[in-house]
């Protein structure tokens, strides 16, 4: 999103912030629903006279529920120190996979499963502390037990998958 004038990055409030990265995650989704694939990671950039600001949004799995990749994105955006004068806002999904489905009880109505608040629950833990934070134990192949496992990220490192799609809506 190009503002017609910079814009004093104290003035945006999370109302408007919000409705904004909404808006650009949807356009962002449209090409990607069309081939059955979620996002992995995305970047949020704030273009400034003086530089750039980027809000980086891990997933445990690709998804393309917009509210949930927009709650990702706010959770880091109250501990993002914004520019003090923004021209651009724009979204860059950095990586992307194919969507898993589950078939859904057949009269019980589409609930979330356990797997999906477990999913949520990963995705919110690693916004908020970071993707060096939330750690699993990967096996290596060593005969000492002690020595046969590391702690390595629940979230890939962001920008790993060779597929880009850019929002960027024109004010």
Known sequence: HIFEMPVLGRDIDSTYFRTLIEKLVRRCLRPLVNTNRGVSSLQVRF????????????LYKPTVQVGHLVDLVMLRFGRTRLPR???DVSIEIMSAGALSYRQQNLFCGPTQSDTSRFEILLN??????????????????????????VAAPVVGAIGLSKSHHSGHLLG
């Open 85 to 87: 004068e923004i021209v």
């Open 47 to 58: 273009d400034a006279n003086d530089g750039l600001t980027v809000i980086e949004v891990g």
């Open 124 to 149: 919110r833990l690693t916004s908020r502390l970071g993707s060096g934070a939330v750690v699993e134990p990967r096996l290596l192949a060593d005969i000492q037990p002690e020595a046969s496992w």
